[in-house]
């Protein structure tokens, strides 16, 4: 069984993405479409780094 691992917060605290818009973004979640293509950048960037 896989388990789930919370990336936003594992970011958070690795300090990876620590500027204000990304710590904003991760922490309340995206509120418009420039917010989600930005959180899916991150994520990737969260994968390569992960792997």
Do not use: C, H, P
């Not at 069984?1 to 620590?18: T, Y």
């Not at 973004?25 to 950048?41: D, P, R």
């Amino acid at each position: 069984m896989k388990e789930e691992i919370d990336w936003e917060k594992e970011l958070l605290e690795s300090g990876k993405f620590n500027n204000k818009f990304s710590k904003n973004v991760l922490e309340n979640g995206a509120k418009n479409y420039m917010q989600e293509i930005y959180m899916g950048y991150i994520f990737n960037r969260w994968r390569k780094i992960r792997d």
